[in-house]
């Protein structure tokens, strides 16, 4: 059965960037059916026997739960490790919902902790433990995540994750992150933002009424994720939000 990285492409986990989960193929046997899979291009694992194993696309695949504390255990940055988890909790009714109906969320917090709860001494336990609290629902992609953790690193107050909010003109909008009170939002654009002509001009009508209604609209690409980048962005949040 497939299990560790491989699971988390299978599942559509967000995984780092450049990590496909495929190379290797990672595959695991329980405890009590052998040794663990070992040949050219596969690696392998042992499973305890309470291991939860579902069907995914016609295949054995461990758990979302059970693959995210497994990849815990791997060099994988800790922010990284949040915004695997945060993928788990995608809601139903949101973009990935849209893209496979029934299957998201993929878990719960619960559950999550559950499973932790079930592997006390798991290599990188103690992180899923500290990764677990930070884990929120209603993210619709892998930078949004990483935003949000940072901004939490930086010490600044966590922000509403894709809210709905009602415009004076009744016009509904939802922006990726934002400070409802103090009327400031981030918007990440990916590159689908600059390439589709439409969501463009949607998206320039977006931030127009938002500036229109008092709200400062915050916009970064990947690109400001870059460690120095990012450090101008976090000024400019600071600024905004009126915290010196």
């Known amino acids: 059965m497939f299990s560790h990285q491989t699971a988390a492409a299978l599942w559509g986990m967000w995984m780092p960037w450049g990590d496909t989960g495929f ?8 405890r009590t059916d052998g040794g663990a899979p070992g040949r050219q291009g596969i690696k392998g694992h042992q499973l305890p026997p309470q291991a939860k194993i579902l069907d995914r696309v016609g295949v054995r695949v461990t758990s979302p739960a059970w693959t995210w504390i497994d990849l815990a255990g791997t060099r994988m940055a800790f922010e990284d490790l949040v915004a695997t988890g945060d993928s788990l909790l995608q809601r139903g009714n949101g973009p990935a919902g849209q893209r496979e109906p029934g299957l998201h969320p993929l878990s719960s917090v619960e559950e999550i902790r559950a499973t932790i709860a079930a592997r006390p001494k798991v290599k990188g336990i103690v992180r899923c433990r500290e990764a677990v609290e930070l884990l929120r629902a209603h993210h619709d992609s892998r930078p949004e995540s990483l935003v949000r953790t940072r901004l939490l690193e930086a010490g600044l107050p966590e922000p509403a994750i894709n809210p709905v909010l009602r415009m004076s003109t009744g016009k509904m909008i939802q922006p990726d992150l934002a400070w409802i009170d103090l009327k400031v939002c981030i918007q990440y ?15 320039i009508g977006r931030d127009r009424t938002m500036h229109q209604e008092g709200w400062v609209v915050l916009r970064l690409t990947g690109r400001d994720l870059e460690s120095h980048q990012w ?13 010196a």
């Not at 190379?23 to 329980?30: A, C, F, Q, T």
């Not at 654009?189 to 600059?194: I, L, M, P, W, Y």
């Open 23 to 30: 190379l290797p193929v990672h595959l695991s046997k329980r």
């Open 189 to 203: 654009e990916g590159d689908h933002h600059r390439a589709d002509k439409v969501q463009w001009h949607r998206d």
């Open 231 to 243: 450090q101008v962005f976090l000024g400019e949040v600071r600024q905004a939000l009126g915290i």
